[in-house]
């Protein structure tokens, strides 16, 4: 499967929010989504910009949480959206899955934590995401026409959008904050042992 995304620096979340539902947008996922990034110890998946990932959603009303093991291929650019090759696939027990992963030898190499709105709008999924230290993020993932329709439901500016990478949009907030950015509740607490290279 082919992953199509553009990234941009919310101004309104609540603005933004509130015309994407005006305009048709279904809330699918409101909560905490916590994502895990394994590779070996040698680091030979991040060198090939590859990502092997657990993600886990843990709903804000308290449904039981459920969770996703994926793989995404090198990132590329087709005119200006980010694209990558991503395989996934639903996961009963997370605990056990990081054990597994142990087990055959890949390591931890990053926490990324946010709390998410994440909305489905002709074919294109738009999630507003809040780290625990850093500007509020929508990204909006579909095909183009899709992405484009959405970003145009949001009225944020088109302009605002780029195919720039989470590392990306943490080195332009922590350049214009002089402050340090945190993804994970073990950042927020000084703990910054993994970096900003997710």
């Known amino acids: ?13 609540g603005a933004a929010r509130s015309r994407l539902e005006r305009a048709g947008a279904r809330l699918t996922f409101e909560g905490r ?4 990034r394994y590779d070996e110890p040698s680091r030979r998946l991040t060198r090939q910009d590859q990502v092997l990932r657990c993600r886990t ?5 308290g449904a039981p949480a459920r969770a996703e093991l994926d793989w995404k291929g090198r990132t ?3 005119h200006g959206y980010k694209v990558r090759e991503e395989l996934g696939t639903a ?28 909305y489905e709008l002709d074919g294109a999924v738009v999630r507003f995401e809040r780290y625990p230290r850093l500007d509020i993020l929508v990204e909006v993932e ?9 970003i145009a439901a949001m009225d ?3 302009t ?17 904050t002089g402050g340090r950015a945190a993804l994970c509740a073990r950042e927020l607490a000084g703990d910054y042992r993994w970096g900003h290279d997710a």
Do not use: C, H
């Open 57 to 61: 959603y843990r709903d804000a009303a």
């Open 33 to 36: 989504l916590e994502d895990r």
């Open 160 to 176: 605002a959008f780029s195919s720039a990478r989470l590392p990306d949009f943490v080195a332009a907030y922590e350049a214009r």
């Open 156 to 158: 944020i500016p088109r």
């Open 91 to 118: 996961v009963g027990d997370p605990d056990a899955l990081a054990q597994i992963l142990d087990r055959l030898g890949y390591v931890l190499i990053r926490e990324i934590d946010r709390v998410v709105a994440q």
């Open 76 to 78: 590329g650019a087709d």
């Open 142 to 150: 579909g095909e183009p026409d899709a992405i484009e329709r959405a």
């Open 1 to 13: 499967m082919r992953e199509v995304e553009l990234k941009a620096i919310v101004p309104d979340e």
